[in-house]
């Protein structure tokens, strides 16, 4: 608009992942160029909901090499301002005060969700501030086109990939040794799938695999068991499996106690790094396979924090930094209201309302397509209980039953 000045504020939501500085980056740079101001407001929307002013301007010489740089520059939070109106009112009223003109979000679907917040509580209110969101999760469970990862995936899988491929060696080594490795990823398991596949796990569980809204703890059990049985057989009494963090979310509620009581976040979402799933699953398994007569040692990790601030690999260097780079072009043009992908080699808006859930009002989350060949390229090199099992008596042998008791009692994993 003639005669004001133009300033974009960046705000990075949610946690972190590899990618984030190649975003700020991108955006300051062109940003300058063009003679607009950036500012970057440190942690999330919390300071903002207070009316704090806690922000730095940004220039060429601030972000020149930050792209290499894993974490982020400008600290990061949950903090939802969606949950109160006067949080709203505050946020607006603050970026306004700032001068703000335009405002581009970093984040997930909380941090979307958000964003399409404050432009509609904006416009309600007869203040112009155009907003833009850059897709950024480890989780990769934005909506986007199938085949199109969010920024930060490619480098988590890759750095989990290495992890998981020392825990497989280390257990080899040691023999009679399983890991149970709890990967994150809140709801969808495009994070456990990628990893697992790529290093070879010998099972990888995810939540879409089940198609009933919650199942019991003992089918979880039964599917791990299942390959540890397997593999014994084979030879190998040693192995990793992955479990994606957001099978916690289909457990039923009357096993639910067994977890413990977990707390929430700003968004309504357990808090996975208060619950000792890994460890529940672990003392559940041994019961089964030391009733089986197979001694083995299991150990139980989580990963997912030590891949969210790596250095990003030169695939999400140059993703992120293009993403930072269209998402200023769309701001340009005068455009708002939309999350910024990169489809075809094209710059492609995704607007707020087209990607919003409409039972839930927030942003739709894309989970793993079961009936995708990816994902049953993925199930076939995976070792556990199949539906052709049930007539092996050679198998019921080793569970110590009958075929007949051994199809009762596992049947039901293939219903």
Same mark, same amino acid.
């Given at each position: 608009?003639?005669?004001?000045?133009?300033?974009?504020?960046?705000?990075?939501?949610?946690?972190?992942?590899?990618?984030?500085?190649?975003?700020?980056?991108?955006?300051?740079?062109?940003?300058?160029?063009?003679?607009?101001?950036?500012?970057?407001?440190?942690?999330?929307?919390?300071?903002?909901?207070?009316?704090? /002013?806690?922000?730095?301007?940004?220039?060429?010489?601030?972000?020149?090499?930050?792209?290499?740089?894993?974490?982020?520059?400008?600290?990061?939070?949950?903090?939802?301002?969606?949950?109160?109106?006067?949080?709203?009112?505050?946020?607006?009223?603050?970026?306004?005060?700032?001068?703000?003109?335009?405002?581009?979000?970093?984040?997930?679907?909380?941090?979307?969700?958000?964003?399409?917040?404050?432009?509609?509580?904006?416009? /309600?209110?007869?203040?112009?501030?155009?907003?833009?969101?850059?897709?950024?999760?480890?989780?990769?469970?934005?909506?986007l086109p199938e085949g199109v990862p969010t920024f930060?995936?490619?480098?988590?899988?890759?750095?989990?990939?290495?992890?998981?491929?020392?825990?497989?060696?280390?257990?080899?080594?040691?023999?009679?040794?399983?890991?149970?490795?709890?990967?994150?990823?809140?709801?969808?398991?495009?994070?456990?799938?990628?990893?697992?596949?790529?290093?070879?796990?010998?099972?990888?569980?995810?939540?879409?695999?089940?198609? %009933?809204?919650?199942?019991?703890?003992?089918?979880?059990?039964?599917?791990?068991?299942?390959?540890?049985?397997?593999?014994?057989?084979?030879?190998?009494?040693?192995?990793?499996?992955?479990?994606?963090?957001?099978?916690?979310?289909?457990?039923?509620?009357?096993?639910?106690? %067994?977890?413990? %009581?977990?707390?929430?976040?700003?968004?309504?979402?357990?808090?996975?790094?208060?619950?000792?799933?890994?460890?529940?699953? /672990?003392?559940?398994?041994?019961?089964?396979?030391?009733?089986?007569?197979? /001694?083995?040692?299991?150990?139980?990790?989580?990963?997912?924090?030590?891949?969210?601030?790596?250095?990003?690999?030169?695939?999400?260097?140059?993703?992120?930094?293009?993403?930072?780079?269209?998402?200023?072009?769309?701001?340009?043009?005068?455009?708002?209201?939309?999350?910024?992908?990169?489809?075809?080699?094209?710059?492609?808006?995704?607007?707020?309302?087209?990607?919003?859930?409409?039972?839930?009002?927030?942003?739709?989350?894309?989970?793993?397509?079961?009936?995708?060949?990816?994902?049953?390229?993925?199930?076939?090199?995976?070792?556990?209980?199949?539906?052709?099992?049930?007539?092996?008596?050679?198998?019921?042998?080793?569970?110590?039953?009958?075929?007949?008791?051994? %199809?009762?009692?596992?049947?039901?994993?293939?219903?």
């Amino acid at each position: 608009m003639i005669g004001i000045k133009n300033v974009i504020a960046i705000v990075c939501g949610g946690g972190p992942a590899p990618g984030i500085n190649g975003v700020i980056a991108a955006l300051t740079i062109e940003g300058n160029k063009h003679g607009w101001d950036v500012l970057g407001i440190y942690d999330g929307f919390s300071r903002l909901a207070r009316g704090e /002013k806690k922000y730095i301007r940004l220039t060429y010489e601030d972000v020149s090499h930050i792209h290499l740089t894993g974490g982020c520059i400008l600290q990061m939070s949950r903090y939802n301002p969606t949950k109160k109106e006067s949080d709203l009112c505050t946020v607006v009223d603050t970026l306004a005060e700032l001068g703000v003109t335009h405002l581009v979000t970093i984040g997930g679907d909380d941090t979307a969700y958000s964003a399409a917040a404050v432009a509609e509580y904006a416009k /309600k209110n007869g203040r112009t501030i155009r907003i833009v969101h850059v897709p950024k999760t480890i989780d990769n469970d934005l909506p986007l086109p199938e085949g199109v990862p969010t920024f930060g995936f490619e480098t988590a899988r890759a750095f989990g990939t290495m992890e998981i491929e020392n825990l497989m060696e280390d257990a080899r080594t040691t023999n009679n040794r399983w890991y149970f490795t709890i990967a994150m990823g809140r709801t969808a398991g495009h994070l456990s799938l990628g990893m697992g596949r790529a290093a070879g796990a010998i099972v990888t569980i995810i939540p879409e695999e089940f198609t %009933q809204p919650s199942i019991p703890l003992q089918q979880v059990v039964d599917i791990i068991t299942g390959a540890i049985v397997k593999r014994y057989l084979t030879g190998k009494n040693y192995g990793v499996a992955v479990i994606a963090e957001g099978i916690i979310e289909k457990i039923a509620p009357e096993d639910f106690e %067994q977890l413990g %009581q977990a707390a929430r976040d700003e968004h309504g979402h357990i808090r996975y790094s208060e619950l000792d799933f890994g460890q529940i699953l /672990k003392q559940t398994v041994l019961a089964e396979v030391e009733r089986l007569g197979i /001694k083995v040692t299991i150990v139980d990790k989580e990963i997912g924090y030590e891949l969210r601030c790596a250095a990003p690999i030169a695939y999400d260097i140059d993703y992120a930094r293009s993403l930072g780079y269209e998402a200023f072009q769309f701001l340009q043009r005068g455009d708002s209201g939309a999350m910024i992908s990169l489809q075809d080699n094209q710059a492609v808006p995704l607007y707020f309302d087209d990607i919003k859930d409409p039972v839930t009002g927030k942003t739709r989350v894309r989970k793993v397509n079961v009936a995708s060949v990816h994902y049953r390229i993925a199930r076939g090199f995976m070792l556990r209980l199949e539906k052709e099992d049930l007539a092996d008596p050679g198998l019921a042998n080793a569970y110590k039953m009958t075929l007949e008791e051994f %199809q009762k009692r596992y049947g039901y994993l293939f219903e």
